[in-house]
């Protein structure tokens, strides 16, 4: 039996009217009748609601609809996708401010000769490091998938304002990956 069916033979045996459901869902009446005649699906909260309402359990309301477990599916997985973005988002913005804020500490308590130190010159380039392979594997797990000729060259950067090298487009990978090697060909002589 497919969702909708499901929830409009449930609401009548139970003998609730569309606005009585509506209203314990926080939805407008027009929502639950889209919902009850397939239109459209209710998000994972609404479903788990419903299965309070309704006295059902989540398989009960759900097992048969294809569709509700295709979009089920798809927001699960783009919910993983948004809490590595922001996982990776913090270790960025954290690698940052410990890098920034080990140098002004050190010069704070009288470490000047820190900033003219290989240790400095290290710190420098992690950080840009960092920065460039994240910014690199943020713009893979928001856009996954394998290398396209057709792709764009220049992107909208993924947080920011501008435009970034697309690293989806073969030309625009082997870019990126000569700008690190450029960028460890400039910071080797100066750590070492």
Same mark, same amino acid.
């Given at each position: 039996?497919?969702?909708?069916?499901?929830?409009?033979?449930?609401?009548?045996?139970?003998?609730?009217?569309?606005?009585?459901?509506?209203?314990?869902?926080?939805?407008?009446?027009?929502? !639950?009748? %889209?919902?009850?005649?397939?239109? %459209?699906?209710?998000?994972?909260?609404?479903?788990?609601?419903?299965?309070?309402?309704?006295? +059902?359990?989540?398989?009960?309301?759900?097992?048969?609809?294809?569709?509700?477990?295709?979009?089920?599916?798809?927001?699960?997985?783009?919910?993983?996708?948004?809490?590595? +973005?922001?996982?990776?988002?913090?270790?960025?913005?954290?690698?940052?401010?410990?890098?920034?804020?080990?140098?002004? !500490? !050190? %010069?704070?308590?009288?470490?000047?000769?820190?900033?003219?130190?290989?240790?400095?010159?290290?710190?420098?380039?992690? !950080?840009?490091?960092?920065?460039?392979?994240?910014?690199?594997?943020?713009?893979?797990?928001?856009?996954?998938?394998?290398?396209?000729?057709?792709?764009?060259?220049?992107?909208?950067?993924?947080?920011?304002?501008?435009?970034?090298? %697309?690293?989806?487009?073969?030309?625009?990978?082997?870019?990126?990956?000569?700008?690190?090697?450029?960028?460890?060909?400039?910071?080797?002589?100066?750590?070492?």
């Amino acid at each position: 039996m497919k969702l909708s069916e499901v929830i409009y033979s449930r609401r009548k045996e139970l003998g609730l009217t569309q606005e009585q459901v509506a209203h314990k869902l926080n939805v407008t009446r027009q929502a !639950l009748s %889209n919902w009850e005649r397939g239109k %459209n699906y209710p998000d994972i909260d609404i479903l788990v609601k419903l299965t309070q309402i309704y006295n +059902l359990s989540f398989d009960a309301l759900i097992k048969g609809d294809k569709e509700v477990m295709k979009k089920i599916s798809e927001d699960a997985q783009a919910l993983r996708k948004q809490k590595r +973005l922001k996982k990776l988002d913090i270790s960025l913005v954290v690698v940052t401010m410990t890098i920034i804020l080990i140098p002004f !500490l !050190l %010069n704070l308590f009288g470490r000047q000769h820190f900033l003219n130190s290989r240790l400095m010159s290290i710190s420098i380039f992690v !950080l840009v490091m960092y920065i460039m392979i994240a910014s690199l594997w943020h713009y893979r797990l928001g856009n996954p998938g394998p290398l396209n000729k057709r792709a764009p060259l220049l992107i909208p950067k993924s947080f920011g304002i501008g435009l970034t090298i %697309n690293p989806q487009n073969p030309i625009g990978l082997a870019i990126w990956i000569i700008l690190l090697i450029i960028v460890i060909a400039i910071f080797i002589p100066m750590i070492f």
